[in-house]
């Protein structure tokens, strides 16, 4: 059974940082590629970053590039982010999943976490 577990989440203050992780059970994580997904209140699911299943490729939503950085660990089967100059619109669920190949639709993923709370108040 395939599991993946959010942590990280917290308040803080805009402009500052938080880091995500992911751990994965139940698949072999290096097999997979990984994203990050974000849900506000009342607003759709949306794309944040991915990462390849080596990590040497990566990806980022406009909205965040340049101050998000993902990143994984295969021997710790676990996916990072790092948030960074954190803005009250960054407010969100944030989910991880994974899939065979890469994608920034919610619906090529198979496999979700339950998603970690980050709130950035101003």
């Known amino acids: 059974q395939v599991q993946l577990e959010e942590s990280g989440g917290g308040l803080v203050q805009a402009g500052g940082s938080l880091r995500l992780s992911c751990a994965a059970s139940?698949?072999?994580?290096?097999?997979?590629?990984m994203g990050w997904f974000r849900q506000a209140p009342g607003k759709v699911r949306e794309y944040v970053a991915a990462?390849?299943?080596?990590?040497?490729?990566?990806d980022y939503a406009d909205s965040v590039k340049g101050r998000f950085t993902i990143s994984r660990d295969n021997a710790k089967n676990t996916v990072y982010l790092q948030m960074n100059s954190l803005k009250p619109e960054d407010t969100a669920v944030y989910y991880c999943?994974?899939?065979?190949?890469?994608?920034?639709?919610?619906?090529?993923?198979?496999?979700w976490g339950q998603g970690t709370q980050v709130t950035v108040s101003s």
């Open positions: 139940g698949l072999t994580f290096s097999n997979y590629w």
């Open positions: 990462i390849s299943r080596s990590g040497s490729s990566t």
């Open positions: 999943a994974a899939d065979r190949s890469f994608g920034r639709d919610v619906h090529e993923y198979n496999y």
